[in-house]
C-alpha cells in the first residue's frame, strides 16, 4: 500500500495550508490514517489522526486550528491548517494503519512533504 502526500508549501503568519494523502494498492480497511510531523532536531510527533469511524485526536499544540477528515472512500486523508503559526514548519508525514487482504494489521508511511510558516 502506497500513501501520497502532497499540498505541502510557506505561507505566512496567519494563513491557510491543506494536506492530503491517498492510499493506493490492495487492503481490507484502513483502520486509522494520520498525520505526523518532525521539526528540525526534534522527534516526530502526531498532530492529528483519524479512524475509520469518525473519531478524531489532535495535538494540544493544534487544537482549534487543524481539522482532520476523510473522503467518503476513506482512502484519502486531509488536514486543513488554520492560523499558521511559525512553531508548525516541519516536515509533515501521513501514516495510515491498515489492514491487508491477510488480516494482517501494518502501517504504512507516506513520503514528508515540508511546511514552512514564514513570519
Known amino acids: 500500500v502506497q500513501l501520497q502526500a502532497s499540498g505541502g508549501g510557506l505561507v505566512q503568519v496567519g494563513g491557510s495550508l491543506r494536506l492530503s494523502c491517498a492510499a493506493s494498492?490492495?487492503?481490507?480497511?484502513?483502520?486509522?490514517m494520520a498525520w505526523y510531523r518532525q521539526a528540525p532536531g526534534k522527534q516526530r510527533e502526531l498532530v492529528a489522526a483519524?479512524?475509520?469511524?469518525?473519531?478524531?485526536n489532535y495535538a494540544d499544540s493544534v487544537k482549534g486550528r487543524f481539522t482532520i477528515s476523510t473522503d467518503n472512500g476513506k482512502n484519502t486523508v486531509s488536514l486543513q491548517m488554520n492560523s499558521l503559526k511559525p512553531e508548525d514548519t516541519a516536515v509533515y508525514y501521513c501514516?495510515?494503519?491498515?489492514?491487508?487482504?491477510?488480516?494482517?494489521?501494518?502501517?504504512?508511511w507516506g513520503q514528508g512533504t515540508l511546511v514552512t510558516v514564514s513570519s
Open positions: 501514516n495510515a494503519q491498515i489492514i491487508n487482504t491477510d488480516g494482517i494489521l501494518f502501517g504504512s
Open positions: 483519524i479512524t475509520n469511524v469518525g473519531s478524531t
Open positions: 494498492g490492495r487492503y481490507t480497511i484502513i483502520k486509522t
